[in-house]
């Protein structure tokens, strides 16, 4: 209501004068000052959504307008309230205009209506701090529906300018008005919303609605009016809407939500999927995921929950942002927090797609199965866009989960054995490139409860010299390329990266690292500790993570690796302990230096026959891998084929 | 009344029953057990005809004195079994079909879950909560 007057104000300085004023008699121009006081005391005393204007509230109005009673009463007759039997917007204006007229001594016709008349002024009345308004601008040919129709433009930016423009005036008399009482009546309910969102061109869009609707009956008039009414309406409502957007995202960042993820964390996490999933627009599989979060040594439960809530398409697979999300989650609740029902807001994947994530998630998803689902009714189609389409309607899981039952139901169980292979491709892609860089592998000792710099530095330093196979001795060795990690990690290393590294801290190493990080790590606000220690920590814990991931491969591989190798070792020791036969063969007196050269041409014999066994090595694991996938591509295809109906 | 509660072969343990209101949930149990019979029979009897959608939902398994049971089962024969109030007219064939795919969706979700072993008992709070509005729907 307060910026009824500003905006009237304003508008009045920009309107122009209108241009249907001289076309019907029975007009009923309003100025600008009286058509708000009108639909204020209109709003006030005819609240919605009940019937037209209580006859009390009214009589109410009219009496405190100090006026005698039958003068009253004649306005009543007059404007035809009494005919209608209750006061419609059309009524009461025209009663309004009345009793201005009165108490300016004119007579209370219809005639008198049209002059210039000052506003009504009603004394006592409640909240009648703007009793009076300036002298009447000059008359418009504004009919009173101008007010809705303003109302409704302000509340619409709908230029409707055209018919704004119409000069056309359909006529306003209270003889005429009994046919349009209908639809007054109709729009009485919603006047209150009319006059407040008039008034106040405020946010409200319900109420506006109704209006808009109801007065799209009458014709629209035209009047200057409206140019700058609706302008200044408009850009007051955008000014308004788009602050309140603003607010809320400023009151969003500016709150300590826990569930919102800092822009180091997301670096950290980007990172993380990275180090399982080189390619930010695919997914991680989710025996991969399991996996990596299960080191986190959160109970499996939880851990289930934890996916429930963040693998938003249920696919079994998590894209960059669901990682994200599922990361966070992990992290939180090492931290203590408990974990929510429902996936909170920001972390939808949505959301943080929006949020800037680098990755692109417009392209074609894939699927990937774990090994764990059934070769049964979950397929997917292999390039989920639709999912992704679907995915990028703004908060509506609900239509996610739609479109995804949809599709599975949609689908054949064959593209199943596509994903399999695919999935073990990925994991053949993870491994064949460690397999590039075998000979870099090195053993790992896992101490996840040391994170000192000492432990990173040592590790990172590590990898220029690694033997040449992995340890047996080792159940998590893996042949990883560290080294490349690592240098991933340093390349990727900003300076805001102390946040994240905590965070991450819980879920690798020990617990107690999170008892020092719980509090500072989701306050963007805390003072980092030398970057190198994080530098090194995390790029320590990066590479503690980049090895689970590729665990279960290369245990797999490491079995069959270890089962070749010990047919390989044989025959080097055959080989070598072929040598010291040859020895005692050479003269005695040739002994030391021909030892010598035997060792020598031994030694060399034996590097050979060890780089060409090795080669060999990775040459079978690489078919080993190959036939497994075979195989359980076999297999899928057999569960498929096998009748249903066996039991 | 309802009753719903989903059983796994090979054994056909329970993966998860929820009934609602919660007494006599015994006898509901073992109605839903003894019905599982009736399931095997049906499967049976589809011999190697290729199951479709349309054959996975069972319908009406028997009906019993005050209640009735419909039963579904899904490719990797997992059954879902649903007992009904009798009194419950208001239940269309329709609306079973339509909570038994609800069910088998939500099932499809859970199975997703790397974490989840199938076989496991389910224990995943969305599931629960579809149940739960389904049976309130219901009741």
């Known amino acids: 209501m307060e910026q009824g007057p500003a905006g009237g104000a304003t508008a009045a300085a920009g309107t122009g004068t209108s241009s249907g004023t001289g076309t019907g008699s029975l007009l009923l121009p309003l100025s600008e000052s009286e058509q708000q006081r009108y639909s204020e005391l209109f709003s006030r005393y005819c609240p919605p959504p009940e019937a037209a204007a209580g006859g009390s509230s009214v009589g109410e109005l009219f009496r405190a307008s100090q006026l005698p009673p039958d003068t009253l009463h004649q306005i009543t007759e007059v404007c035809g309230a009494k005919r209608v039997g209750y006061f419609g917007p059309a009524q009461f204006y025209i009663a309004l205009k009345l009793i201005a007229a009165a108490q300016s001594g004119f007579p209370v016709r219809i005639e008198s209506i049209k002059n210039e008349l000052p506003l009504p002024r009603f004394m006592a009345l409640k909240n009648d701090s703007e009793v009076r308004y300036g002298t009447p601008a000059e008359l418009h040919g504004v009919k009173f529906q101008v007010p809705h129709a303003t109302l409704e433009k302000n509340s619409y930016k709908r230029t409707d300018e055209g018919d704004k423009q119409e000069p056309k005036s359909p006529p306003m008399s209270p003889i005429c008005s009994p046919p349009a009482s209908p639809s007054t009546y109709q729009r009485i309910p919603l006047s209150y919303g009319y006059g407040k969102s008039r008034s106040g061109l405020e946010q409200q869009h319900g109420a506006p609605y109704e209006v808009r609707h109801s007065t799209h009956q009458q014709d629209g008039p035209s009047s200057g009016n409206y140019g700058a009414k609706p302008a200044l309406a408009c850009s007051t409502l955008n000014r308004s809407l788009s602050a309140e957007r603003e607010q809320q995202d400023s009151s969003a960042h500016c709150s300590d939500d826990p569930w919102r993820i800092t822009e180091e964390q997301r670096d950290y996490y980007i990172n993380q999927f990275r180090s399982l999933q080189p390619d930010l627009n695919s997914f991680i599989s989710g025996s991969v995921a399991k996996n990596f979060f299960t080191k986190s040594k959160l109970p499996i439960p939880e851990l289930s929950h934890i996916w429930e809530l963040s693998d938003v398409d249920c696919d079994g697979a998590l894209t960059l942002p669901e990682f994200c999300a599922a990361f966070h989650l992990v992290v939180a609740r090492k931290n203590g927090y408990q974990l929510p029902e429902t996936l909170p807001e920001t972390l939808l994947p949505e959301y943080l797609q929006a949020a800037s994530l680098k990755p692109m998630r417009d392209c074609a998803l894939f699927d990937s199965y774990s090994e764990s689902l059934p070769g049964g009714q979950q397929t997917r189609d292999f390039s989920r866009t639709e999912k992704a389409s679907a995915e990028e309607v703004p908060d509506n899981s609900a239509l996610l989960q739609d479109a995804k039952k949809d599709d599975k139901q949609a689908l054949k169980v064959s593209t199943a054995l596509k994903t399999i292979p695919k999935e073990f491709q990925h994991l053949t892609v993870k491994t064949a490139a460690q397999e590039s860089n075998a000979l870099k592998a090195r053993p790992r000792s896992r101490s996840y409860s040391s994170t ?196 | ?102 069910l088998h969706n939500s099932y499809t979700d859970i199975m997703c879950n790397p974490f989840y072993n199938p076989g496991d008992r389910i224990h995943s709070r969305a599931f629960d909560n579809m149940v739960n509005s389904m049976m309130m729907q219901v009741c």
Request: charged fraction near 25%; aromatic fraction near 4%; hydrophobic fraction near 30%.
């Open chain 1, 452 to 647: 000192s710099i000492e432990d990173a530095m040592k590790k990172g330093e590590e990898p220029p010299t690694p033997p040449p196979r992995p340890q047996k001795s080792h159940s998590r060795a893996s042949s990883l390329d560290l080294n490349k990690i690592f240098q991933q990690n340093t390349q990727a290393v900003r300076s805001g990266w102390l946040p994240p590294p905590p965070p991450a801290l819980p879920p690798r190493p020990s617990v107690s690292q999170t008892e020092q990080v719980s509090e500072v790590e989701l306050h963007p606000q805390m003072n980092r500790p030398p970057a190198q220690a994080e530098e090194n920590s995390s790029a320590k814990k990066e590479v503690v993570l980049a090895q689970p991931p590729s665990k279960p491969a290369r245990r797999k591989l490491r079995t069959e690796a270890q089962g070749l190798e010990t047919p390989e070792l044989s025959p080097t020791i055959n080989v070598t302990s072929s040598l010291p036969a040859v020895k005692p063969h050479l003269p005695v007196q040739k002994q030391s230096s021909k030892q010598k050269r035997a060792i020598q041409t031994a030694i060399r014999k034996n590097k050979e026959a060890n780089a060409v066994l090795a080669r060999l090595n990775s040459e079978l694991q690489q078919q080993l891998k190959e036939v497994h996938k075979e195989r359980i591509a076999l297999e899928t295809q057999l569960e498929q084929l096998r009748p249903v109906t066996v039991l």
């Open chain 2, 1 to 102: 009344v309802l009753v719903s509660i989903i059983c796994s072969p090979p054994q056909n343990y329970p993966l998860y029953i929820r009934s609602v209101p919660t007494e006599n949930e015994l006898k509901f149990h073992y109605t839903v057990h003894t019905s599982l019979d009736v399931v095997d029979e049906k499967i049976s009897a589809m011999g190697k005809a290729l199951v479709d959608q349309r054959e996975l939902y069972l319908g009406l398994l028997y009906p019993t004195e005050d209640y009735k049971v419909y039963g579904y089962v899904t490719n990797s024969k997992v059954k879902f079994v649903m007992v009904v109030d009798s009194s419950n007219t208001a239940l269309r064939d329709n609306e079973i079909r339509s909570m038994f795919r609800k």
